[in-house]
């Protein structure tokens, strides 16, 4: 099923990009998505195989106003095709393309306590000096990890965590 979520992804990407369409696409399949999830009558209407591809057309037209026709035309696509349940994964397979296009690197900062903006932001600089691209910047608060940093770079993670360096020290105990 990812494959399937793959080629319409990038097939959309395609189309947005040769029309310069990339952000706005972007923003209003988000705002689909993001109205599927929040309302389950909706999401029910367009995945369940009882109501018919016109029913759903018409549906789609009457819930979606003013949305970039290349959208609405893919969104016609995966209705007539019977794809629409793999929205969510052509979704985020949009993103990461849109991401990848931007040049953008995800960096999400984890640490036990608020860290200073100002600390942050330096890290975020030396990951964007080191991988020479723009870093997408978020920060988090988990008690959890006792102190330290985790850091998500991409799909990439670091796990510099007090918690972490107890379980591995805790692992080295259990084999002696």
């Known amino acids: 099923m990812e494959e ?35 309302n389950r009558d909706l999401m029910v209407f367009f995945f369940s195989p009882y109501f018919s591809t016109e029913e759903k057309k018409d549906g789609l037209k009457r819930a979606v106003t003013g949305v970039e026709p290349v959208l ?19 979704k985020a397979r949009y993103e990461v393309l849109w991401e990848d296009e931007r040049d953008l690197l995800p960096v999400e900062v984890t ?6 903006e100002s600390v942050v932001g330096s890290i975020g600089e030396r990951i964007g000096e080191q991988t020479k691209r723009t870093v997408e910047l978020s920060s988090n608060v988990d008690p959890d990890i006792l102190g330290g940093i985790v850091l998500r770079v991409g799909n990439v993670i ?4 007090i918690r972490n360096r107890l379980e591995q020290l805790r692992k080295q105990v259990a084999r002696a």
């Open 4 to 38: 399937i979520a793959q080629v319409w992804a990038r097939a959309l990407f395609e189309v947005a990009k040769e029309h310069d369409l990339l952000d706005q696409v972007r923003d209003q399949l988000g705002a689909f998505t993001d109205a599927l999830n929040e």
């Open 111 to 116: 640490s036990a306590v608020e860290l200073d």
């Open 158 to 161: 670091l796990d510099a965590s």
């Open 72 to 90: 609405m035309n893919f969104l016609e696509a995966l209705i007539e095709r019977h794809r629409m349940p793999a929205i969510f994964r052509v």
